[in-house]
């Protein structure tokens, strides 16, 4: 064999190998590129929380960037679990928005002044019970008195030390079931200084609006024939 017919023989010999490998430049790419954000997002998407009690209430709230499907507990605050779903029912969550929103901690919604509505004229005695404050728990803002709750609601983002110190101090009354996609992203919503929360640093700087709000089954489809028809 001479030494031009070996040459190109291993050339092709390479050539055929580096073709059954099936990999390319485009491949070698892909397989830097980290794929941990699209597959935590896919996972969250897909994320469940088992429901608590069959015979617990189920209410959706269908925002601008997705829905928050939630169990309200009413097994243990059924104060808080009943005041949340009339007022859901009336409508009094529809067009409101999340005005709070501290990364790594919670957002908060259901203030009905912040978009001109008329706050309720009742507040609820706490309802505290030994479940944990975590990722996707749904409990009752107030103010230092603890029988002071009404509409106001947050939305934990995770479990930590600050949603831990929320253990029997405010009451825990529901879980998201479906949408801890849309949760985390409300969760890195830009914000800036609150004159609201005297310069905390949680003003949405960009809206987050919960368009509609409606008792639903567990996957979130509305058990109302007219909210179905209008969804």
């Not at 031009?4 to 190998?17: E, M, N, S």
């Not at 005041?83 to 908060?108: C, N, P, W």
């Not at 409300?186 to 609006?209: A, F, N, T, Y």
């Given at each position: 064999?001479?030494?031009?017919?070996?040459?190109?023989?291993?050339?092709?010999?390479?050539?055929?190998?580096?073709?059954?490998?099936?990999?390319?430049?485009?491949?070698?790419?892909k397989k830097a590129e980290d794929?941990?954000?699209?597959?935590?997002?896919?996972?969250?998407?897909?994320?469940?929380?088992?429901?608590?009690?069959?015979?617990?209430?189920?209410?959706?709230?269908?925002?601008?960037?997705?829905?928050?499907?939630?169990?309200?507990?009413?097994?243990?605050?059924?104060?808080?679990?009943?005041?949340?779903?009339?007022?859901?029912?009336?409508?009094?969550?529809?067009?409101?928005?999340?005005?709070?929103?501290?990364?790594?901690?919670?957002?908060?919604?259901?203030?009905?002044?912040?978009?001109?509505?008329?706050?309720?004229?009742?507040?609820?005695?706490?309802?505290?019970?030994?479940?944990?404050?975590?990722?996707?728990?749904?409990?009752?803002?107030?103010?230092?008195?603890?029988?002071?709750?009404?509409?106001?609601?947050?939305?934990?983002?995770?479990?930590?030390r600050s949603t831990a110190s929320?253990?029997?101090q405010y009451t825990n009354y529901?879980?998201?079931?479906?949408?801890?996609?849309?949760?985390?992203?409300?969760?890195?919503?830009?914000?800036?200084?609150?004159?609201?929360?005297?310069?905390?640093?949680?003003?949405?700087?960009?809206?987050?609006?919960?368009?509609?709000?409606?008792?639903?089954?567990?996957?979130?489809?509305?058990?109302?024939?007219?909210?179905?028809?209008?969804?």
């Open positions: 064999m001479t030494r031009k017919t070996f040459v190109l023989t291993l050339f092709l010999a390479i050539a055929l190998c580096l073709g059954y490998s099936g990999i390319t430049a485009d491949d070698q790419d794929p941990k954000k699209s597959e935590i997002t896919d996972k969250e998407a897909k994320l469940e929380h088992p429901i608590r009690h069959k015979d617990n209430p189920i209410v959706t709230l269908e925002t601008n960037l997705g829905n928050l499907t939630l169990e309200l507990y009413r097994d243990v605050a059924p104060a808080h679990a009943d005041s949340f779903l009339a007022r859901t029912e009336d409508g009094f969550y529809d067009s409101t928005i999340i005005h709070r929103i501290v990364k790594g901690f919670m957002a908060q919604g259901g203030n009905a002044a912040v978009v001109g509505k008329r706050p309720v004229s009742y507040t609820l005695n706490a309802e505290f019970n030994d479940l944990p404050h975590k990722e996707g728990t749904l409990s009752a803002a107030r103010t230092r008195d603890p029988n002071s709750a009404s509409t106001q609601f947050f939305i934990c983002f995770g479990r930590n929320l253990d029997r529901g879980q998201l079931l479906m949408g801890y996609d849309v949760l985390h992203k409300i969760e890195e919503i830009p914000v800036g200084p609150s004159r609201m929360m005297g310069g905390e640093v949680s003003q949405p700087l960009e809206e987050v609006r919960i368009l509609k709000a409606y008792a639903s089954d567990a996957q979130g489809n509305p058990l109302n024939k007219a909210e179905s028809e209008d969804s």
